[in-house]
C-alpha cells in the first residue's frame, strides 16, 4: 500500500511525463526519508535508444530517481512547500546492476546533513535484495 500515489507525488514536486521517474512513495518520514517504487516498463522512452537489443535503465535517470525521492521528502516539510530541489551534485556514485524492463526499483534516501537550504541526501537503488545504485545527492532548495 502506498502513502503517495503519482498524482499525490506531482502536488510535491514539479516533475511531469516523460521526466517523473517514481510511481509511489512506500514509505515517508517527512523531512527526513522516503522510500519510493519505480515499475521499469519496456515501454519507457530512453528504452528506444539505451540500447535496442539490449534495453538498460540509464545511471542517471536511475540518480534522478533517487533524487525525486529525496526531493518529496524535504518538500513535504512545510517550511519548504511549493519550492522546488535542485541537484547540488553527486557524489560516490555507484552502480552495481543493471536496472532492466520488467524490474521494479525501490529508491531510498535519507536526509544526513541539512543547513537552511542545502542538504546531501544517502541513497540507494535496489531490485529485489540487490543493489542497483547507491550515492550521496547533494540537494538545494530554491
Known amino acids: 500500500m502506498s502513502v ?3 498524482e499525490e507525488i506531482m502536488k510535491i514536486i514539479p516533475h511531469r511525463q516523460p521526466m517523473l521517474l517514481i510511481d ?5 518520514e517527512v523531512g527526513v526519508r522516503a522510500v519510493g517504487r ?7 522512452p530512453y528504452f528506444a535508444g539505451h540500447f535496442p537489443n539490449e534495453p538498460v535503465m540509464p545511471g542517471v535517470l ?19 512547500k511549493g519550492k522546488t530541489a535542485y541537484y547540488g551534485g553527486i557524489n ?9 524492463p520488467g524490474d521494479v526499483l525501490t529508491l531510498e534516501l535519507e536526509i544526513i546533513k541539512q543547513k537552511g537550504p542545502i542538504g546531501i541526501g544517502a541513497a540507494t537503488a ?17
Open 4 to 6: 503517495l500515489s503519482t
Open 24 to 28: 509511489t512513495i512506500e514509505e515517508l
Open 38 to 44: 519505480k515499475c521499469v516498463s519496456y515501454n519507457e
Open 62 to 80: 536511475i540518480l534522478e530517481a533517487l533524487a525525486q525521492t529525496g526531493a518529496v521528502a524535504i518538500l513535504s516539510d512545510e517550511k519548504f
Open 92 to 100: 560516490k556514485a555507484k552502480f552495481k546492476r543493471k536496472v532492466v
Open 126 to 142: 535496489k531490485v529485489g535484495d540487490e543493489i542497483a545504485a547507491t550515492a550521496e545527492l547533494t540537494f538545494a532548495i530554491g
